[in-house]
């Protein structure tokens, strides 16, 4: 089956740093990834989404200048998160999908820990 | 705004019964369900989804109905089994909207042996 290999599973960052988080489709082809993050027993909120080679489009209220995404491969998307505050620590899931069959698969998720 | 509302946050169930997560939504617009596991630090893992054209979807012991007048969808687990102890979340979108999931807040599921 499709598979999304997420990078780093876990991070620890000190504030101000930035930190970037790989989400990559090892068996078929992302034309669009959605990035979302989850705090504690909290659901799973849309950050963005981005298709291949063009900008992503963010949600209301997500800044695009702190979390920066790149989706310039059809196999890779990735999310910094520049000048990390620890209001930023979060769980951070990347979910990809194929254009050619109606699908969501999700990577193994990031957890941010800025300190 | 909750587009996506799952009102009960946990549900205990005996082994072998059935279990009964339910999930409600306010757009009308939504085409497409689907509900998802999910352990703590991992990624969503895909159950079972529905189109907005079917009322009820079955995969062995999953089945899914929805009701699109009552803006309202169910998984039932049956006979549910202390492995599917975890987090659902069901999930809807619009097909013509880039096809982005908007989750609801997830219930937690534990089957007692």
């Known amino acids: 089956g499709a598979v999304v290999s997420q990078h780093p599973s876990w991070v620890i960052c000190k504030s101000g740093t930035s930190v970037k988080i790989e989400c990559r489709s090892l068996?078929?082809?992302?034309?669009?990834m959605f990035w979302y993050r989850q705090f504690p027993k909290k659901s799973l909120m849309l950050m963005a989404t981005s298709n291949e080679g063009s900008k992503a489009t963010y949600e209301q209220g997500v800044e695009k200048d702190k979390f920066l995404i790149n989706h310039a491969s059809l196999t890779l998307s990735t999310l910094t998160v520049t000048s990390a505050h620890p209001e930023d620590s979060s769980f951070y899931i990347c979910s990809a999908r194929d254009r050619a069959w109606y699908g969501y698969t999700f990577g193994s998720g990031t957890r941010l820990t800025v300190v | 705004d909750q587009q996506v509302k799952q009102n009960s946050p946990s549900l205990s169930v005996q082994e072998g019964r059935i279990s009964i997560l339910n999930c409600d939504y306010t757009n009308s617009m939504f085409d497409y369900f689907l509900w998802y596991k999910k352990y703590p630090a991992e990624g969503p893992t895909f159950l079972i989804s529905?189109?907005?054209?079917?009322d009820k979807n079955e995969d062995g012991r999953f089945t899914v109905f929805l009701n699109k007048s009552a803006k309202h969808l169910s998984l039932h687990i049956v006979p549910s089994q202390p492995g599917d102890s975890a987090v659902y979340f069901c999930?809807?979108?619009?097909?013509?909207?880039?096809?982005?999931?908007?989750f609801g807040q997830g219930t937690t599921l534990q089957v007692k042996p």
């Open positions: 068996d078929f082809q992302a034309t669009t």
């Open positions: 529905i189109s907005s054209i079917k």
């Open positions: 999930a809807a979108s619009r097909s013509s909207n880039t096809g982005k999931l908007i």
